[in-house]
């Protein structure tokens, strides 16, 4: 019985819209801890948080779409390591209150690994 509602939630959307708003949240915290510890690495208010967030999540995908690489740091070893950090650096030209450096952006992706693995969720970068 139980299985059965789990498939008719998944079925009409709702479940989908919870893990959506789930991942950017989550996307969103993992974001806000890599800039808080990571030196030249800056995110001025909540909306560019929210936005850069929203801006990873879509480069990510469509590099996922376009080349089947996973821009994470531990998604293909050194390219998932250094497509992260250009994925960082590429962001500040999209967002608004969002700088970081290119050193910034190599240690950014260090961190966001190690915070990404331990945060749950499939928030991918």
């Known amino acids: 019985m139980e299985d059965n509602k789990s498939n008719v939630q998944t079925q009409s959307g709702t479940g989908t819209v919870g893990q959506v708003i789930w991942r950017f949240v989550a ?3 993992v974001l806000a801890i890599t800039a808080f510890f990571t030196p030249g690495f800056t995110i001025n208010n909540i909306w560019s948080l929210a936005l850069a967030a929203i801006v990873l ?12 690489l996973n821009a994470s740091p531990f998604g293909k070893g050194f390219v998932g390591f250094v497509l992260s950090a250009v994925v960082l650096y590429v962001t500040q030209f999209f967002v608004a209150g969002y700088a970081i450096s290119w050193i910034a952006a190599i240690i950014g992706a260090i961190v966001y ?7 749950p969720g499939d928030n991918k970068l």
């Open 27 to 29: 996307a969103a915290i």
């Open 113 to 119: 690994g190690v915070v990404d693995y331990f945060i």
């Open 57 to 68: 999540t879509i480069i990510d995908y469509l590099i996922v779409k376009f080349t089947g």
